[in-house]
């Protein structure tokens, strides 16, 4: 079945980088649009960033535009999120999404000082 394991939250002081990575079982990351999402506390579930099948567009929220870049390892079969420059603002719960159907399990990701 489809299964996906985010990894590389923790604690980054502002303007520093995380890398995430989500793992994923059950099909090829390489055939599915990919995405990442967060949640900050008290607030909903808001969009960070999209890779499309094929050609691998990406799309970004304005937010992080220039900042964080979404990218695959299909020989891992494993999708990354690059941060960089991090903000306090971007302190949340990150999540990926296979699809429209299927989520991971999130990982933290607090900047501060």
């Known amino acids: 079945q489809v299964q996906l394991v985010e990894s590389g939250g923790g604690l980054v002081q502002p303007g520093g980088s995380l890398r995430l990575s989500c793992a994923a079982s059950?099909?090829?990351?390489?055939?599915?649009?990919m995405g990442w999402y967060r949640q900050a506390p008290g607030k909903e579930r808001e969009w960070v960033a999209t890779?499309?099948?094929?050609?691998?567009?990406?799309i970004y929220a304005d937010s992080v535009k220039g900042r964080f870049t979404i990218s695959r390892d299909n020989a891992k079969n494993t999708l990354n999120l690059q941060m960089n420059n991090l903000k306090p603002e971007d302190t949340a719960v990150y999540y990926c999404?296979?699809?429209?159907?299927?989520w991971g399990q999130g990982t933290q990701v607090t900047v501060s000082s």
């Open positions: 999404r296979c699809g429209s159907l299927y």
């Open positions: 059950g099909f090829t990351v390489s055939s599915r649009t």
């Open positions: 890779i499309i099948p094929g050609r691998g567009t990406t």
